[in-house]
């Protein structure tokens, strides 16, 4: 019997959203608070260096990627990509609670500090972004344009809840500390329980449906996991075939530029909001809340289009948004640099789904997983530099140029995206599955040829 097919999510697939959103704002919360509060703005309350902040940073990125493209395979392949996920951001959530409390030294603050950030960070973008694909393969656009609303809403709230660690200092660093984490933390370990309770590798082993679409019979859906699930052990875009593939880099460098600029200016928001001391001081909460409304309706929208009309259009009017963004705060004025951020947010939020959409978008479903797994530390590696370059240069040379080299990046960013060809990926496809003796039509086909995209 024919089922119907649903616009909805379906009940698990809002939890599947909860879930991947909770983990992108665990890690931005562990780096915004980190960068800002703690070792940033406060710096000379604990006594220590907040450069040292972004450089560990850097450095625990770096590491990340280096882990992800060890593991890379493996996760994609493992039996179950849920519990990992539950895992790495439970480990997170544990460091968390350490960098909230514990204080003996600056140096073993900054280990924590990189655990949690480590651990948050794989979760969030390497293990969740399968499961996502795996359960929205084609509107993983719109899903993740949801689930990255995590990032506004974070930077907003951020400057209130800096208010109250303020406030609390006089019950002391512990406890103020903590109850400026406390928030975040409770809502972490619920949307984990929901996911623990509700969540399956696949949707079919929920009695779901891929996409939440029941044009399909349930045994007919099960048959198509099965299939896919047997032939994500062959796929044929290895290590070595992913790296040499000039499309690969041309889509990877311009999200891993978007996202350099976005993160490392989010790192650094009260600092940048405080060009402006005065206006900072009686609207700042305001200001954050303008900006975060701003930014979720714009990372929305752009994984709308994402999802209709292609990752590729998308990342290109990303592009053009990093461009204008760079040029109005590079104008030293508070209009055009509130503007400037909230164009920012706008294609921060939405380059933070790019690289899942565009693994789903270019690739066959059972190729998926892998190519995300090379795809996700590829952008990390350009993404790593974002914080220590917006934290250098503005303090050495001022925010606005910081700015105008976001400018510079955009234009790098759009030209290398115009360039890339989905059909070159499809063509490179056929001659690897060809030299593996494998069907040239595979089990399923790219979302970019369901689309036509050329």
């Not at 992913?242 to 460098?253: A, E, N, S």
């Not at 530099?385 to 503005?394: D, H, K, R, T, Y």
Request: proline share 3%; aromatic share 14%; hydrophobic share 55%.
């Amino acid at each position: 019997m024919t089922q119907k097919k649903s616009i909805n999510f379906g009940f698990r697939g809002w939890i599947l959203i909860l879930f991947q959103a909770a983990g992108f704002y665990t890690y931005c919360i562990f780096n915004s608070f980190a960068q800002n509060i703690q070792a940033g703005g406060n710096a000379e309350f604990f006594g220590w260096n907040p450069n040292m902040v972004s450089t560990v940073y850097t450095i625990t990125v770096l590491l990340t990627i280096v882990f992800q493209f060890a593991a890379a395979g493996k996760v994609a392949t493992a039996k179950s990509v849920k519990k990992l996920a539950l895992i790495f951001e439970i480990i997170s959530l544990i460091f968390g609670v350490l960098m909230a409390t514990v204080f003996v030294s600056e140096v073993l603050w900054l280990i924590f500090f990189a655990c949690a950030i480590f651990f948050s960070l794989v979760g969030a973008t390497l293990i969740m972004g399968i499961l996502v694909g795996q359960w929205f393969p084609r509107r993983k656009g719109t899903v993740m344009g949801i689930a990255t609303f995590a990032f506004p809403i974070t930077n907003a709230f951020l400057s209130l809840f800096a208010t109250k660690y303020f406030m609390y200092n006089g019950m002391g660093m512990r406890m103020g500390t903590l109850l400026a984490y406390a928030p975040y933390l409770i809502v972490s370990v619920i949307v984990l329980i929901l996911g623990a309770v509700f969540l399956k590798d696949y949707p079919e082993q929920a009695g779901c449906y891929r996409d939440n679409d029941r044009s399909l019979t349930p045994d007919a859906a099960r048959a198509i996991m099965e299939a896919e699930i047997a032939a994500k052990k062959n796929s044929v875009w290895k290590l070595g075939n992913t790296l040499k593939m000039g499309d690969f880099w041309l889509l990877v460098i311009p999200q891993g530029l978007l996202l350099a600029s976005s993160v490392g200016a989010m790192c650094q928001i009260i600092n940048i909001l405080n060009l402006y001391p005065e206006v900072y001081e009686k609207y700042g909460n305001i200001q954050m809340l303008g900006v975060c409304v701003v930014a979720c309706f714009g990372s929305w929208l752009l994984g709308v289009i994402d999802t209709k009309f292609g990752t590729k259009k998308a990342i290109i009017i990303s592009s053009v948004l990093m461009i204008i963004s760079g040029v109005l705060g590079f104008i030293q004025s508070l209009p055009t640099l509130m503007i400037s951020l909230a164009l920012l947010c706008v294609f921060e939020g939405a380059a933070s789904n790019f690289g899942v959409s565009s693994a789903a978008q270019y690739w066959r479903r059972e190729d998926f997983a892998t190519v995300w797994g090379w795809e996700n530390p590829a952008i990390n590696v350009i993404q790593a530099f974002g914080p220590m370059l917006v934290a250098i240069v503005g303090a050495k040379a001022g925010f606005p140029v910081v700015f105008g080299i976001f400018a510079i990046l955009g234009i790098i960013s759009l030209v290398l995206i115009i360039l890339f060809k989905p059909a070159r990926i499809a063509a490179r496809d056929a001659k690897y599955r060809a030299e593996a003796g494998l069907n040239a039509e595979g089990v399923t086909k790219s979302n970019a040829e369901l689309m036509g995209e050329k």
